[in-house]
C-alpha cells in the first residue's frame, strides 16, 4: 500500500482528494499545523518556524502539495501578498529541504500551481505549458511556488505541476457566491463578461492528482483546465439558466470592481483561453468536460 502525504489537507482541493485517497485504499497522511480531530493520521509543521515532523518524511512514498493561503479573501495589501506567496514557496522549500537533508527522496512530488502563471491580463493566444510568465504579482507567486518543486526534479524525482483553473465546487471558492448572487436575483457579469475563464470541475481535478500519482509517464507541468473554453458571462448565463432566474442587472463595471477589490479585481475583469492539450495527450479523461453538464451537476448536488 503506497504512502501519501498531503499538505493543504483541509482546503477546497485537499479535503476531496484525501477522502478519494483513502478510498481507493491508500495510506494517507496529513502535514497540518495543528492537532487533527478524528481518525486522521497527522504530523506537524510550521512553516514560519521551518520546522517539520521528520516522520512525515520517512513514512511516505508521495508528497502532494496543496498548501496556500487563500488568494481571494482579502484585499492584496503588501502584507497580504507576501503571506499569500510564502504559504505557497516556503513551504515548498521547506519540504525540499526537509527531504534532502534526511535523504530519503519521495516516488513523486506532486504540486499544484495555478494558470495564474500566465498572468492576470487578458492574452488573444491559447497559452499552453511552454507560454511565458507575465510580469505581475499572481504571476511571480505562481513562478516561486514551481521552482520550489523543480529542485526535486533537479534531483530526479518524478515531478508534476499542475496549473490548476478555477475550481467549480458546492464545497467552497466562487461557484457557491454565484450561485447565492443569482439565486437571489442578483447576479450580473464583471465587466464587459467577455472575459475568458479557465475553469475545472473539482471532482476532475481530483482525478488529476490521481491520475498523476499513479501514472509514473506523468512528469512536468500541466494544464488543470476543462477543454470547453467560456466567458464569464457565459458561466453567469448558465448558471441562470439552470436556476431558472432571469439577469436583469446591467453589469458591473470595471470602475467599480477595483474601488471594492483592487488589485485582486483583476482576476473578475481579465482572462485568457488555456489548453490541457498536454494533458489529454497523456491519455486523461474528463468526466465533466462541458460547462452545461458540469453546473448542472453542481446544481442538483447543492443543499443551498
Not at 512530488?109 to 510580469?135: C, H, M, N, Q, R
Not at 463578461?193 to 509517464?217: C, R, T
Not at 436583469?248 to 470595471?254: G, K
Request: aromatic fraction near 10%.
Amino acid at each position: 500500500m503506497s504512502r501519501i502525504l498531503i499538505t493543504g489537507a483541509t482546503g477546497l482541493i485537499g479535503s476531496v482528494l484525501f477522502k478519494e485517497l483513502c478510498k481507493r485504499g491508500y495510506d494517507v497522511a496529513i502535514l497540518s499545523r495543528y492537532p487533527v480531530k478524528g481518525n486522521v493520521r497527522y504530523f506537524l509543521w510550521n512553516p514560519e518556524n521551518h520546522t517539520i515532523d521528520i516522520n512525515a518524511i520517512k513514512e511516505c512514498d508521495y508528497i502532494v502539495h496543496l498548501a496556500g493561503t487563500n488568494i481571494g479573501n482579502r484585499r492584496w495589501t503588501e502584507k497580504r501578498k507576501k503571506e499569500i506567496r510564502n504559504s505557497r514557496w516556503k513551504t515548498g522549500m521547506l519540504l525540499f529541504d526537509t527531504v534532502k537533508s534526511i535523504g530519503l527522496f519521495p516516488k513523486a512530488y506532486i504540486s499544484v500551481s495555478a494558470t495564474g502563471f500566465y498572468g492576470i491580463k487578458s492574452a488573444d493566444d491559447i497559452l499552453t505549458e511552454l507560454s511565458l510568465p507575465s510580469d505581475d504579482f499572481l504571476s511571480d507567486t505562481c513562478v516561486k511556488w514551481e521552482q520550489a518543486a523543480r529542485l526535486f526534479e533537479r534531483e530526479n524525482v518524478r515531478t508534476v505541476v499542475i496549473r490548476s483553473g478555477m475550481v467549480l465546487s458546492n464545497s467552497g471558492g466562487v461557484f457557491p457566491k454565484l450561485r447565492l448572487l443569482v439565486k437571489s436575483g442578483l447576479g450580473s457579469t464583471f465587466g464587459n463578461g467577455y472575459q475568458y475563464v479557465p475553469w475545472i470541475h473539482i471532482s476532475d481535478l481530483v482525478q488529476i492528482f490521481v491520475y498523476a500519482i499513479e501514472n509514473e509517464h506523468v512528469k512536468g507541468v500541466f494544464n488543470a483546465v476543462a477543454p470547453e473554453q467560456v466567458t464569464n458571462k457565459q458561466i453567469i448565463e448558465m448558471i441562470a439558466y439552470y436556476l431558472n432566474k432571469r439577469l436583469w442587472l446591467p453589469n458591473i463595471p470595471e470602475r467599480l470592481l477595483k474601488l471594492l477589490f483592487g488589485e485582486m479585481s483583476g482576476m473578475l475583469l481579465y482572462g485568457k483561453r488555456v489548453s490541457c492539450k498536454k494533458l489529454l495527450e497523456t491519455g486523461f479523461e474528463f468526466n465533466l468536460p462541458k460547462l452545461d453538464t458540469a453546473i448542472c451537476q453542481l446544481l442538483s448536488n447543492s443543499k443551498h
